[in-house]
C-alpha cells in the first residue's frame, strides 16, 4: 500500500514546513509518504466560495486514481485517539492494495464533488486549525501510527 497526502496551497510559513519536511523525512523509514501540492487557485477574489471549492475540488480529483481509497481530512469526519488511529491505519495497510490518499483541503474546504468521492473522513480535533497547521499536526501522527503499529518507544501512553 502506498500512502499518499494531498494539500491544497503550499506552505507559507518556513518553520513549518521543515517541521513538515522533518517527519516526511521520518516516514521515510516506513515507506515513506508522497506529498502532492495543489498550487493554489489565482485571481479568487472574483470567485465565491463554492465556485473556488469545485475549481480546487477539480484539481484534487485529478490527482486521485481508481482504486484509491481516499480520506478527508474533514471537522465534521470521526476523531480517533493516536492508538485508535494507529490500529485504523494498520487494517487500512492489510486491505488496501493500491494507494491511501488523504486529503487536506483549500480555506473553503471541499466540493461536493470530492465528497462524493471520499471513502472517509477523519478530523484531528473539535478545535480549529490553520491548514499549514493541519498538515503538520497530521504528518506527526502518521508518523506517531507508525512507530505505535512497529512498537517502537516514541509514542507514551
Not at 522533518?22 to 521515510?28: G, I, S, T
Not at 480529483?61 to 491505519?89: H, K, N
Not at 490553520?130 to 501512553?157: C, D, N, W
Request: proline share 2%; hydrophobic share 40%.
Amino acid at each position: 500500500m502506498k500512502t499518499v497526502l494531498i494539500l491544497v496551497g503550499k506552505t507559507t510559513d518556513k518553520r513549518v514546513q521543515s517541521l513538515f519536511d522533518d517527519y516526511a523525512a521520518r516516514l521515510r523509514h516506513y515507506g515513506g509518504c508522497d506529498v502532492i501540492v495543489i498550487p493554489e487557485l489565482r485571481n479568487t477574489k472574483s470567485l465565491t466560495a463554492e465556485q473556488q471549492k469545485q475549481a480546487e475540488g477539480q484539481l484534487i480529483l485529478r490527482q486521485v486514481q481508481a482504486g484509491d481509497c481516499v480520506v478527508l481530512l474533514d471537522e465534521r469526519g470521526t476523531e480517533r485517539r493516536s492508538m485508535e488511529f494507529a490500529e485504523w491505519l494498520r487494517r487500512k495497510q492489510q486491505t488496501i492494495s493500491r494507494r491511501l490518499v488523504f486529503i487536506v483541503g483549500g480555506p473553503y474546504g471541499f466540493s461536493a464533488d470530492v465528497y462524493a468521492r471520499a471513502d472517509e473522513q477523519i478530523s484531528l480535533s473539535q478545535m480549529t486549525f490553520s491548514h499549514q497547521m493541519v498538515r503538520l499536526f497530521f504528518i506527526e501522527q502518521l508518523y506517531r501510527a507508525h512507530t505505535i503499529i512497529k512498537g517502537e518507544p516514541y509514542h507514551h501512553e
